[in-house]
Nanobody, 128 residues
Framework: EVQVVESGGGLVQAGGSLRLSCAASRRFGDGYVIGWFRQAPGKEREGVSC????????FYADSVKGRFTITLDNAKNTVYLQMNRLKPEDTAVYYC?????????????????????WGQGTQVTVSS
């Protein structure tokens, strides 16, 4: 089972950008899907984006569509989440998760139950 580690979080002003990285312990195998989730204090976990290793298929929650971009660098076994035009409501702990597909979207959010390899999370704080 692949292990993943997130990095790249930090403090940024509203309107700014951050790029999160999700580094895997080994190559993402055939059929893998890598997702990004976030959880703010007192709120439910939200699945914001994912990418399929095989065909590059992507998903974005409406809350981040047009602002966040997920990419996969197979040579580096790393998935990136480029976050632009950040808003205070993007403040959360961001988690990377990976597993063999498929993935599902429930109520507009990536479903977490399909993922079994999780990172420790990285804090993103957007000040107003």
């Amino acid at each position: 089972e692949v292990q993943v580690v997130e990095s790249g979080g930090g403090l940024v002003q509203a309107g700014g950008s951050l790029r999160l990285s999700c580094a895997a312990s080994r190559r993402f195998g055939d059929g893998y899907v890598i997702g990004w989730f976030r959880q703010a204090p007192g709120k439910e976990r939200e699945g914001v984006s994912c990418i399929s290793r095989d065909d590059g298929d992507t998903f974005y929650a409406d809350s981040v569509k047009g602002r966040f971009t997920i990419t996969l660098d197979n040579a580096k076994n790393t998935v990136y989440l480029q976050m632009n035009r950040l808003k205070p409501e993007d403040t959360a702990v961001y988690y990377c998760a990976a597993d063999r597909g498929p993935y599902a979207v429930v109520d507009g959010s990536l479903a977490a139950g399909y993922f079994h390899s999780w990172g420790q999370g990285t804090q993103v704080t957007v000040s107003s």
